[in-house]
């Protein structure tokens, strides 16, 4: 019997985990199976200072393959600049309302 999970809810980090500053293009590798991203930016510039250049993913440290821009976490990223407080972590619900 093929059963549905339903989620309600998704909570995901605003911050990079490396610079733990605001992600401005949330990306994670395609093999990542989870919801939080790390900053574009940062990662790259740290894999390029890397002599090893081991690229994997800071998060759960498989390896990357290609990187992808996750576009959930990018719009849920642009609703949270437009407010006047930068929360930690973003709840989102599956009717479209953010908790801060």
Same mark, same amino acid.
């Not at 900053?39 to 390896?63: A, G, H, I, M, Q």
């Not at 959930?72 to 407080?85: D, M």
């Given at each position: ?47 390029? !200072? ?30 949270? $600049? !437009?407010?006047? $407080? ?7 619900? $599956? !009717? ?5």
């Amino acid at each position: 019997m093929d059963e549905e999970l339903e989620i309600e809810a998704l909570t995901v980090s605003c911050y990079d985990p490396f610079t733990k500053k605001l992600i401005q293009i949330p990306v994670k590798g395609e093999k990542c199976v989870h919801i939080n991203c790390f900053d574009l930016k940062t990662f790259l510039t740290f894999e390029w !200072n890397n002599l090893e250049r081991l690229w994997v993913c800071p998060l759960c440290k498989k390896e990357l393959g290609t990187l992808k821009v996750d576009r959930f976490q990018l719009r849920i990223l642009s609703a949270v $600049k !437009n407010l006047n $407080k930068l929360p930690l972590k973003v709840t989102y619900h $599956k !009717n479209g309302k953010i908790d801060l």
